[in-house]
């Protein structure tokens, strides 16, 4: 895994297993599979294989069959692999019950998205987010997998008489996540107050998928230095960057990236951090084009958008990496003519669907920025002639 200042120490080598439902097929599995893989190596684990299996429904003692929970066993057993990541949330008894069947460790797809999270964390209020998620996801998983509380990195007090140790741990649970949940209300009410002392300026949020480029984004439409690596959840914490254009200010803040199957307990600990999406008066919806599952990306991120009630507000989507796009959909004897007709007509689309909200960029290359910054500029300066007409010198 990766130490406190992310250099690989003992790389550890894992194997990935999902399931074929009725919910799923193999194309979607695949896809969050690979996903998967992407998470595993973003906190420091190579993957070896990909198992699956079609299923109804999983297994409710060890999610797959018994006979492809033994071709796992002789492979982990025969290439010494240490770690298995499950696609979906496993139970306490569940994981207790394969780990005697593989002899390794296992974990799932929240656990594995809560090791990155607690990993990434820099500010008081991430830690704070991020350990409470943890305490959350392990409160219901204590009684089938009982441990002690030191291998799952937390402190654990004095054992009270007449108590077992199972009930001890669960208390000694709740006590901490009331304690941090205490402790973010209170950096809540901080960061509210820091919210509204930014005056009338208009406020943008960046959305988008993890990994889009959001952050790339940011440091090229602010000039500002924000952290910004092709690794999923590089950034946790919102950044928020005063901007202006053509004598117009506005305020532009990064957000967590979203993605499929995000925790429960990660949303709503994360609230604050997406009260800035909440609170934005535009977004700008961030979408890696090159990806295959693109659509499906935005789909997640309206989805979440939905959730938390900020679909209804103006989002200018904005489709990056089309330098990768061009590359991975047009052969080289492709006919320029033939493939500025393509372009034009994924363009025509988009337009159609979005009415007209959105812009075809690559960030990385510096292509059709001046574009995107003057709708950018359109779009702000439409805000402020809305909220305030008698603030002449904004527009």
Not at 154 to 174: A, H, L, N, Q
């Amino acid at each position: 895994m990766l130490d406190k200042n992310n250099k690989i120490q003992n790389e550890e080598r894992a194997v990935l297993v999902g399931l074929v439902h009725k919910e799923q097929n193999e194309t979607q599995l695949k896809e969050y599979l690979a996903e998967l893989a992407f998470l595993a190596e973003t906190a420091g684990a190579k993957t070896e294989k990909w198992f699956f299996q079609k299923l109804p429904r999983p297994d409710s003692r060890t999610f797959v069959g018994k006979g492809k929970l033994e071709e796992i066993r002789e492979y982990v057993k025969a290439k010494g692999i240490n770690l298995v990541i499950f696609d979906d949330e496993l139970t306490g008894s569940q994981i207790i019950n394969i780990e005697k069947v593989l002899g390794a460790k296992t974990i799932d797809r929240s656990d594995l998205i809560l090791d990155i999270f607690a990993r990434r964390a820099k500010t008081a209020q991430a830690k704070v987010q991020v350990e409470l998620a943890q305490y959350q996801y392990l409160l219901p998983r204590l009684k089938g997998m009982w441990q002690h509380l030191e291998r799952q990195g937390g402190g654990i007090g004095s054992r009270g008489p007449g108590e077992t140790e199972i009930e001890t741990d669960r208390r000694i649970v709740k006590d901490k996540i009331a304690l941090l949940r205490k402790r973010l209300k209170e950096i809540d009410k901080q960061a509210a107050t820091q919210r509204q002392e930014r005056g009338t300026y208009i406020r943008i949020g960046l959305v988008g998928y993890t990994n889009v480029g959001k952050s790339t984004l940011m440091n090229i439409l602010s000039k500002s230095e924000v952290f910004a690596e092709n690794k999923l959840f590089a950034t946790l914490d919102t950044t928020t960057r005063k901007v202006v254009y053509e004598q117009t200010p506005f305020l532009l803040s990064d957000t967590v990236g979203f993605i499929r199957k995000l925790p429960h307990h990660l949303v709503e600990s994360f609230k604050s951090t997406l009260d800035e999406v909440r609170e934005a008066d535009m977004l700008l919806h961030v979408v890696d084009i090159s990806h295959p599952a693109y659509e499906d990306q935005m789909g997640v991120v309206n989805k979440t958008l939905q959730d938390l009630k900020a679909f209804e507000k103006p989002i200018l989507t904005i489709f990056n990496k089309m330098d990768l796009y061009e590359k991975n959909t047009f052969d080289e004897w492709l006919d320029d003519e033939v493939k500025q007709d393509l372009l034009q007509q994924l363009k025509n689309r988009w337009q159609h669907e979005t009415g007209d909200a959105c812009v075809f960029i690559s960030a990385i290359e510096r292509r059709n920025l001046e574009e995107l910054r003057a709708t950018i500029l359109d779009k702000v300066k439409e805000l402020y002639q809305e909220r305030y007409p008698y603030l002449t010198q904004f527009y």
